[in-house]
Every structure is written in structure tokens, then in C-alpha cells.
């Protein structure tokens, strides 16, 4: 059987649910009650894919490396063709994952095709002045791959200029050349593919190719023009936001809502496509690795995924398209990414149940990335854990006191090893940095996380 996990990076549940017609058409299974292990790329995808806490399996805030991570732990030790494709920098071959595929490709707006030249590597690489883009062009041409190194340079160039055009940005975040590489990539069946979305994560504007009926913001408008940390801070304090906040506020939903709505296009033609050419029987799960905290009903005070344990953040698509028949029949109420793992394990040996746990455990080591160096820092960097006892029972804590409520169960800290000052204390002591280049650094500030 072939195997395709998507993962369609920050989407919530709720606004997927409403802006993803075909794909909700497409799915054979569609969860209500799925739930993240984690609120950012990092912890979340690590737990997804090992079925591990993220204290367990040690990636976090402080420590974001694969390295450690030995290849039997995943849902990738399949005998399969193992492809990976990601524009996430935390999937990513700067922190390690690409070692557990036998092809993986880092995509993104200005690199979409892992042929040609890395342009962004390259310029970092060389002097400045015109006289590096007659290089360029000269390296270029001598390569086996010519055309795909001049599209990059083109889409290098669109992404850099765009920002400062009146019209909409003419590309995307990478989503169609995720979809491209995969369907060129899916010939040696059986394969797993593995791929990272990043169209709904910020940076948010206007784009070309979504749909404009869905947003009114205006094409020089850019999430990078909204103070989000600002936002968060009288959020925080009940201080009443300005006019210019609830301006930034509804143009970056109805953006967010855009972009979902792209992916759902895309993705879904790209499936159909892949699927009515397979030979063997094919499943694709559609999920995300966490959601978006945007002020809504779902939402804590605090924007973005950084430094919470919401719903908006934990509540997450699970699509299951195509696959065996007893994944329809059987599927549970309530579902944890912990548990992803051993269902694509039961598919492939046929086991016909899907995996359940009385409690699901959440964790949040340390509050993300990004987090600015000021008097909230201690509130925004504390690790949290929750424990669901069912999609309205939530038991929620953190290391810095706090708990959601007075009557208190201590039973739902045993399904962690280790008490949570502990465990936060052991993980900023086993702190190590990634040494990144200036463009992966570059890529990391434009997704918000520098």
C-alpha cells in the first residue's frame, strides 16, 4: 500500500472545516476530535512521527534536532520508498530530518525546484554586485539542470521585489512545487511520502493565485506590517487594541482563510492526480501539525503559537482518503497525533483496529521560538501540560504555578516521566544550538521564528 501523510502546517480545525470543500469531499474518514501533541513545528512533528511526548523523545524548544532520533523509532520504517518534500525549516535537512528518506527536498517560494542552483545558498556565497549575476547565469548554463537553476533565480528574484509591489505577490509559499514533486516523485510503488505545507503559516498577504473574493486586504498589506507581540501584550493586559490592531487582525484571518482555502485546491488535485494512476491501493491522511491562536472563540490571549496549550492551537484536521475499509467503520471519537504512528503501522499489517487511550497528554517545553527578551519572557517561556480526559474535560498546568482549575486531579500527572519543573529544568540543561547558514537563518526571520 502506498502511504501519503500530509501535513498542512498551523491549520485549525475550525477553519479547515470550512474552508476545504473538496478535500472534506475526497475524505473517506473525517475526525472531529483530533488533537496535536504540541502548538509549534518542532515538538509537534517530532511526537507525530515517534508517538512520543516531546519530553520523551527530547525535541523541543531547546533542543530541535533530529540527530538523536534513531530511524527504527519512526513511522518511516517501512519497506517502502521513502520521499520527502517539506518547506518547514523544523522538517527540515538543517535539523536532520531528511536521514530518514531515501529522497527528501527542502521547497519553498524562492527554491521550488531542488534541481537547479540553491540561489539563496549561492548569493550568500558570493560577492556582491551585478558582476555575481553574470556568475550566476554562467554556472547556470553549464549545469545539467539549467532550467530549473533559472527558475529559481526568477522566483528568487519575484520573492525578493514582490513585497514592495502594488499588485499581489505572484507566488506562493511553495505549495506548487510540493504538488509537483510529488506527483513526479510517486512512481516506485509501494512509497510513504511525508510533506510540509507552509502556506497557512505566516508570513501572510495577498497572493495571485488565491482566491480575492475571500479577503479585503489590499496588496501592499503584509502580516510582517503587524505589531503581533504588541497585540499579544494588551491582549495580555486587557488594554483595549486601536483601530490599526483590529485592521491587522481581520486582514491576517481573512488571509489565513485564503490560503487554506489554496491549499484545499491544490492539495486535492494533486491526490486526485497521484491516486487515478497508482497501481497499488492508496491512502493519503491530510492532518496538521498544530493550529493558529488568532483572538477567536477557541483561542487563549495570545496570538500565534507561541507559549500556549489552546484549542485553536490543538485542535487539528485528520483526513483520511482512500485506504482499507475498517478505518470507516471504526474510527474513534477522540484521536491524538501520538497514536499516528501506530495506526499507519496497524494499515500496513493489516490490523484492523484503530488506536485509543483513555487520556491524551499535551506538552509545550519552553514556549517556542522568537519570544522577545522583556519582563513577560518568564510567562511566555513556560513549559505547559495538559491532559484531555475527552474534548471537553481538560486538565491544563504549567511551571510557573498556574492551573485551569480548582478541583484538582493529581492522576493526570502520571503519564508524564517526570514532574513538569523537572522536566523543563532537565531540558534547558540538555540545550544545544544547530549552527544554520545565513539563509536558513534568513528563511527562519521571514517565518517569524527570529
Given amino acids: 500500500m502506498n502511504i501519503g501523510l500530509l501535513v498542512l502546517d498551523s491549520v485549525r480545525k475550525d477553519i479547515f472545516d470550512n474552508y476545504t470543500s473538496r478535500l472534506s469531499a475526497l475524505a473517506d474518514v473525517n475526525l472531529d476530535e483530533c488533537r496535536s501533541t504540541s502548538s509549534w513545528s518542532a515538538p509537534s512533528h517530532a511526537a507525530m512521527i515517534t508517538g512520543k511526548l516531546p519530553s520523551d523523545i527530547g525535541i523541543h524548544t531547546y533542543q530541535k534536532s533530529y540527530d538523536g532520533v534513531a530511524f527504527g523509532e519512526t513511522v518511516f520504517d517501512v519497506p517502502h520508498q521513502r520521499i520527502g518534500v517539506s518547506s518547514n525549516m523544523y522538517a527540515n535537512t538543517h535539523y ?17 525546484n531542488p534541481d537547479g542552483i540553491h540561489v539563496g545558498r549561492w548569493l550568500n556565497e558570493n560577492d556582491g554586485g551585478i558582476g555575481r549575476y553574470v556568475r550566476f547565469l554562467q554556472q547556470a548554463l553549464a549545469r545539467n539542470h539549467t532550467a530549473a537553476s533559472l527558475k529559481n533565480g526568477i522566483h528568487t528574484k519575484l520573492d525578493d521585489i514582490s513585497d514592495n509591489l502594488p499588485f499581489p505577490r505572484p507566488i506562493d509559499e511553495g505549495t506548487q512545487a510540493i504538488n509537483a514533486k510529488i506527483t513526479s516523485e510517486t512512481t516506485d510503488e509501494p512509497w510513504f ?4 505545507y507552509m502556506e497557512a503559516h505566516t508570513p501572510h498577504r495577498s497572493v495571485l493565485h488565491y482566491d480575492s473574493s475571500l479577503y479585503d486586504a489590499p496588496s501592499s498589506w503584509s502580516s510582517y506590517d503587524a505589531d503581533l507581540w504588541e497585540i499579544r501584550r494588551r491582549v495580555r493586559a486587557g488594554e483595549e487594541l486601536t483601530d490599526q490592531h483590529h485592521y491587522d487582525i481581520e486582514r491576517f484571518r481573512e488571509l489565513y482563510a485564503a490560503a487554506v482555502e489554496y491549499l484545499d485546491r491544490g492539495v486535492a488535485r494533486m491526490i486526485q492526480k497521484v491516486r487515478s494512476r497508482a497501481t497499488e491501493e492508496t491512502m493519503f491522511i491530510v492532518t496538521a501539525d498544530h493550529g493558529e491562536n488568532m483572538l477567536l472563540s477557541d483561542d487563549e490571549t495570545i496570538w500565534g503559537h507561541t507559549s500556549s496549550l489552546s484549542e485553536g492551537l490543538l485542535h487539528v484536521p485528520f483526513v483520511v482518503i482512500g485506504g482499507p475499509e475498517w478505518l470507516q467503520g471504526g474510527s474513534p471519537e477522540f484521536f491524538s497525533h501520538l497514536d499516528l504512528r501506530e495506526l499507519i503501522e496497524n494499515v500496513l499489517a493489516d490490523k484492523r483496529t484503530w488506536p485509543t487511550r483513555d487520556r491524551i ?3 509545550l517545553i519552553g514556549g517556542g521560538v522568537g519570544i522577545p527578551d522583556d519582563s513577560d519572557h518568564k510567562f511566555y517561556d513556560r513549559a505547559i501540560r495538559a491532559v484531555y480526559d475527552d474534548p471537553a474535560t481538560k486538565w491544563e498546568w504549567d511551571s510557573i504555578g498556574n492551573r485551569n482549575q480548582n478541583d484538582w486531579d493529581d492522576s493526570v500527572h502520571n503519564l508524564f516521566t517526570d514532574d513538569i519543573g523537572t522536566m523543563r529544568q532537565c531540558a534547558m540543561e540538555a540545550e544545544s544550538e544547530t549552527h544554520l547558514d545565513e539563509q536558513a537563518r534568513s528563511r527562519l526571520e521571514d517565518l517569524g521564528y527570529v
Fill in 96 to 112: 536532520g530530518f531528511d536521514r530518514f528518506f531515501d529522497a527528501f527536498h527542502n521547497l519553498h517560494a524562492a527554491h521550488p
Fill in 361 to 363: 497528554p499535551v506538552e
Fill in 193 to 196: 511520502v511525508f510533506a510540509n
